[in-house]
């Protein structure tokens, strides 16, 4: 059971941050939406997209956030990851980033998505504003990694 736990938890985080691996490292020129590029218009650039934004890193993020604590709670390392509490401060730092990440994408990152996707109603003067806060946000929140990437490459 713990074995396969791990491996659950190991392919829900690859698929997470793979998610962000592809659209920030792969492609770092990401361009913003314009009033133009809106559903309505049925532009190409639009349906581009839509077909890259997808739903399955929201729920590996889900599954890998579950899966971390489900080890813990099994290892009775629970309380004192959470708490930082003796050794257990490494692998509580762990689950504290995860658990903000977590909740950055489903409460930060996936509203405005709704809007730029069309999920949520929202006229295309609010879908522009909220495809250029989710790219400053995630640009905000991956630049240092990007760049830390990108000068080990050179």
Known sequence: MDLLVRWIHLVAAI?????NYVNVVLRPTYQPLTVNDTPESQSERFMAHVFREH??????????????????????????????TSYH???????WIGTIMML??????????KKV?????????????AAR?????????????????RGRCS
Do not use: C, K
Request: glycine share 12%; hydrophobic share 50%.
């Open 15 to 19: 698929v997470w941050m793979g998610h």
């Open 55 to 84: 739903a399955v890193f929201r729920y590996a993020s889900i599954v890998a956030w579950l899966t971390g604590g489900l080890l813990l709670w099994r290892r009775g390392w629970l309380i004192d990851a959470f708490t930082l």
């Open 89 to 95: 401060a490494v692998i509580g730092m762990g689950a």
């Open 104 to 113: 950055n994408v489903w409460f930060v990152m996936w509203p405005h998505q």
């Open 117 to 129: 996707l069309g999920f949520a109603p929202a006229p295309p003067a609010e879908r522009v504003r």
């Open 133 to 149: 806060g989710h790219v400053r946000h995630g640009d905000a929140v991956h630049r240092p990694r990007v760049q830390g990437d």
